[in-house]
Each structure stands twice: as C-alpha cells, then as structure tokens.
C-alpha cells in the first residue's frame, strides 16, 4: 500500500494513500484521520512502513544529526533532501533516513534556506555567524531572565529591576529582559504583577502600589522637591492692628485664612480676613513659581498628601500661631447692630497670629446651642459669634437659604495601616462661619480685579456647569457677581495667580500674567485638579474596603441610590448590591459582603432583606 511524506500547516506528516484522483490524495494517518492532500505537498512516498511509529523515530534520527555537519557538506547550491540523505548516508535512503534529513533540514533555518518543495540551499557563512550570534545572545538572555525570575520567585527584588519598578509597573516595555523576567516570575506564581511584587515585600501594598501609579502619571520626576532658593519674607510692611486666629483641622500645615476683630474708637466693627500671601515671599520668576505652575495643587488623599510647594516655603507663609506673618487682608467695616458693611478696602500687611483654633476642640463650644445662647466659651468667644453673625447676614445677602443639609464629609485617618472613618454632618456654624468669608473675599477680590480689567482667573458658573475661565462672570449657584478664587493660594495655582495679579493691582504696578498665560493655567488647572480628586476618591474606596477587613463586618446597612447601587451607612462607599428587589431611590435595606478586593478596589455586595440585621 503506498505512503507519504507531505507537508502540512508547516509540518510533516505521513500516512496512507487511499484514493487518486488527478493533482489531489485522499490520505489516512496512522491514528485514522483522513484527510484531503494536493500532490505538490507530497514529497516522498513509500511502502512497506508501519506509520504508527514512523514519525517519532524518524524525529528522533533527525535530532542527532549535527545541522553544523550537514551545512559543511551540502556545497552552496540548492539541493534536496533525499539528494543529501543519500550523500550523508553513503546509499540510497530508507524513508526513516530521508524523512530524518528532511526534519533536520525544516528545523534549522539558520543553516538551510528553503528554495521550494523538499528542497534547500545553504546560508551563507556570513549570515550564519550573525544568526548564531543572535542565538547565543538569545541564550543568554534567556539566562538572565531565568536568573532574575529565580530571584523574584525566592522572594528577593533584583536591583535591575528595583531600579525600574515603576516602568515595568506603569509603563513596560514587554520585550526588555526585566519585564520577561518579572512577567515569568509572576506567571508561575499564579500572580499579577504587582501582587507579586508586594508579596516579596517590594511594595507596601496596594495603596503603594495606587500612589505610585498616580505619581508616575502625574509627578513624573518625582514627589520631592528640586533644590531651590531660599525664599525671603517680605520687608517695609504695615503692622495690623489686631491680632488674628484661624480655624482649621489639626492636621493642616497649609494655614491660608484667619480672621480678626478690631472695635473701633467710633463704635463701628472692623472685620479682618487675612490670607497667607506667598506671592510676598518669592517673585514669579523664582523656581517655586514654576513648580506651583507645574504642580497646580495640593493633592489630599487618606494617609497623606502632595503639597503644591515645598514644606519650608509653606512654613515661611503659613498663619502658624506665635508669628507675624505677610497676608492679603480684607478688611470690612460694620455697623455693631445691623451688621451691614459700610466699607471695605484690602491691604499688605504683617499680620500677628494669636491662636490656630481646631476644628475638633471648636466643635465642641461653636454650636446651634451656643450660639443660640448667644454665648461662645473659650478664647475668641465673643468674636467668633460676631463672625457667625455676620456670616448669616452675607448668605442672606447673596440670596443664599439656610442650608438644612443631610449630607455628611468624612475624615481619613490612617496611622500604622490602622484606618479610622469619622462621618461629620455639613453646614456646622463653623462651616457657615469660613465658607461665606471666603466666599466673600473671592467675590469681592474677583470684583476687583475685573473692574480695573486685570487679567485672572475666574470660577464661573451658569446653569449646571462650573468652569475656570479668564473672562469675569457670575457664580449663579452662589449668587455672586465675581468668583475668583483667592483664597488658597498655598494650595492652589490659581489663587496664588491670582494673589500676584491682587498685589500688583494694589502696589499700582503692572499685572505679571497676562491674559493667555492664565487661560492656559486654567484649563491645566481643571483637568489636573479632577484628576487629584479622582485619586483621592480612590484611596477613599480603599481605605473604606481596607476599614470593612479590619472591623470584619459581613454586612451593612444601606440606602438605594438607583437602580442596584447602594450606599453603605456610615461610610463614604456606593457598591453594586446583587439581587436588589425593585424599589425607590431613598429606600432602606440590607447587604451582605463578598470578600473584598483591595486591589480593584471592589467589596462584592447581594442584598440581605430589611434594614436592622447584625
């Protein structure tokens, strides 16, 4: 019965001729698969073979052929495989034989070059000597991937790759040794990436992992600081004739506001909002002004955070307590009874800081009850009513209701890996009492600056839509006029802008950003100031799922949001509750939890049935 050597899908294979019929076989393998081949495939037929060993023998023959010998002996002209077998075997070749060379010929292209059907050429000596250089630099490469993947698996980051971690976390170049090596190590240990390499203790986590993720995108060269000149307090300054304090969280380091509270000899009031001053301290062509321009903000997540400048040029320009300290001040004259302002003007000025007040410790005496009372213990007391007082006078002034607000702010606190969650209700006194102040100094600032038409940056809002933008504008949600933001100019890039253009207009000298050089802060501005926002909502979800494993709850309490999202009671985190019956936005109800994932920064949630379980 005849047989044949063909060619298929790039291999060989042989089997048994069944039927003819012109340039086509109808040919079974030795295991009983048929299969249709075209004559030009065949390269060899035969007889008298037992084909259900034929193949693994006849591969077995071709790997102990040395191809360096054959490519030695075949001359430099094409040749064929039986031609060659019959050469290297000194007699006409068995199928086996031929079949063997033919193998050895299809598997060493760096020595044979294919010219057609069973049939060869040598390569030349020169591109053999590269290819097989290429080979043995393959080789050992291979090597050293082995190498570094051993490492990895044995728990220890080479320095190679520690030297690139966040390229081959955020950016790899999958062809580069190190990427193959961290990539195999991982494979084998069942793990992504960075799962792996928090495992051998090469990240600190997740939150390592999310931070590095986020700096590497947006702080390429780093989250320090370049070196850079010192700054230099401002000279020749007028003193304040009040004392300040500021109200502020007892983390805070970046003290942009405090308030004073001057009783005039003619009985009038004179508030004071102070509002540190950088702008005061260096120029805007010191290197600190093109790392604020670069950075555009403070960045704040849980755990910590990426401030705008350095630490001791917010040191030189914080309101810290004990100090006297430059500020852009507005000060606003009041009538003691109506409250109503009978004038305002702004100022440079050194600015003595009495008292920092936290907001924890005010909490606790700045209440409904006491202000009710009309009577606010502690230091500051008295004042601090006349600031609340005067706060409700400029939100009934803009149009503004009593905010009678359920929605609470949260506070991260996170020390040793130990998270705490502390929910706070919105529109305290003392949020009324530092939002309409600010508010106050941004519209009125903005005002300014728009009237004598000097360029800044402005926080407008029509209809749904808040944008910054360099052309003045109302805020209709907050019913001013003007809305610059001025305020914050530790933190932000567009209120120390602003702060220069504020100066400049009160020195009488000429504004030092022109109009299109604020534009494109602005819209630099905007995309990385919700990119910072985004980051810190996800170390929020984080340190949310990471509180949920640490208090080892299994289910919460929840309230619909829309369709199968629910809000968790108690903490800021809306998840996906699975098999949540038909109900309205606003409803009660009870989820249990799958295992979270601090990693994707996902805590499976079903529902569980009414409200109130355990």
């Not at 010929?105 to 294919?114: D, E, R, S, T």
């Not at 030349?124 to 190498?147: C, F, H, T």
């Amino acid at each position: 019965m005849k047989q044949v050597l063909f060619e298929e899908d790039g291999g060989f294979r042989v089997g048994t001729i069944l039927s003819e019929a012109g340039a086509a076989f109808q040919v079974e393998a030795a295991h009983g698969k048929r299969s249709k081949v075209k004559a030009n495939a065949v390269l060899l037929r035969f007889d008298g073979q037992s084909l259900g060993g034929f193949m693994p023998e006849a591969l077995a023959r071709a790997q102990a052929l040395d191809p360096q010998f054959l490519w030695e002996v075949c001359g430099s002209g094409e040749f064929g495989f039986a031609e060659l077998a019959q050469e290297y075997y000194g007699h006409p070749p068995a199928p086996l034989e031929a079949t063997a060379v033919a193998l050895c010929l299809h598997a060493n292209p760096m020595y044979f070059y294919k010219r057609g059907k069973g049939r060869y050429q040598a390569a030349p000596g020169e591109s053999l000597k590269a290819a097989l250089a290429g080979l043995e630099r393959k080789r050992r490469q291979q090597e050293q991937v082995d190498a570094w993947a051993g490492l990895l698996a044995a728990g220890t980051l080479p320095p190679e790759l520690a030297g690139k971690l966040d390229l081959l976390l955020f950016k790899p170049d999958k062809m580069s040794l190190e990427w193959r090596a961290l990539d195999q190590a991982a494979t084998g240990a069942g793990l992504a990436p960075p799962k792996l390499l928090a495992r051998i203790g090469a990240l600190a986590g997740p939150e390592d992992y999310f931070l590095r993720r986020f700096a590497f995108e947006f702080f390429p060269e780093g989250l320090g600081f370049p070196e850079v000149a010192p700054v230099a307090a401002p000279r020749d300054l007028p003193r304040a004739a009040a004392a300040a304090f500021s109200i502020d969280d007892h983390e805070t380091t970046e003290i942009d506001d405090a308030f004073s509270v001057e009783r005039l000899p003619d009985g009038r009031l004179r508030v004071g909002v102070h509002i540190a001053a950088p702008a005061l301290f260096f120029g805007r062509d010191h290197r600190l002004e093109a790392i604020a321009r670069e950075r555009l903000s403070t960045v704040y997540f849980p755990g910590g955070k990426v401030t705008m400048l350095p630490e001791a040029a917010i040191a030189e320009a914080t309101l810290s307590a004990g100090r006297e300290v430059a500020a852009a001040s507005l000060y606003l004259d009041l009538d003691p009874d109506t409250l109503v302002i009978a004038g305002s003007q702004s100022r440079l000025e050194l600015v003595p800081i009495a008292t920092n007040l936290r907001i924890a410790e005010l909490e606790t005496r700045l209440h409904a009850e006491s202000l009710a009372a009309g009577t606010v213990e502690g230091e500051h007391g008295e004042d601090l009513v006349l600031l609340w007082r005067l706060a409700c006078k400029l939100r009934a002034g803009r149009g503004a209701g009593e905010e009678k607000s359920e929605k609470l702010d949260y506070t991260f606190r996170v020390e040793a890996g130990r998270v705490t969650i502390e929910p706070r209700r919105r529109g305290t006194p003392i949020d009324l009492l530092v939002s309409e102040l600010m508010i106050h100094v941004n519209a009125t600032w903005g005002r300014a600056l728009a009237d004598a038409a000097v360029p800044a940056i402005y926080r407008n809002q029509r209809g749904i839509k808040t944008r910054m933008e360099v052309e003045p504008g109302s805020h209709e949600w907050l019913g001013v006029s003007h809305y610059a933001w001025s305020s914050s100019p530790l933190r932000r890039f567009t209120d120390l802008a602003n702060q220069r253009q504020l100066v400049a207009l009160l020195r009488g000298e000429e504004a030092p950003y022109s109009r299109d050089e604020l534009a494109a802060a602005a819209r630099d501005f905007e995309t990385a100031y919700e990119a910072y926002a985004e980051h810190q909502r996800h170390l929020e979800r984080y340190w949310c799922l990471r509180w949920i494993a640490q208090e080892g709850l299994e289910g919460a309490d929840a309230t619909v949001v829309r369709d199968e999202l629910v809000r968790l009671e108690g903490i800021p985190l809306v998840c996906r509750a699975i098999g949540l019956p038909p109900g309205a936005s606003g409803d009660r109800v009870r989820v249990a939890f799958g295992e979270p994932d601090p990693w994707e920064v996902n805590l499976p949630c079903r529902y569980a049935g009414k409200p109130g379980g355990g």
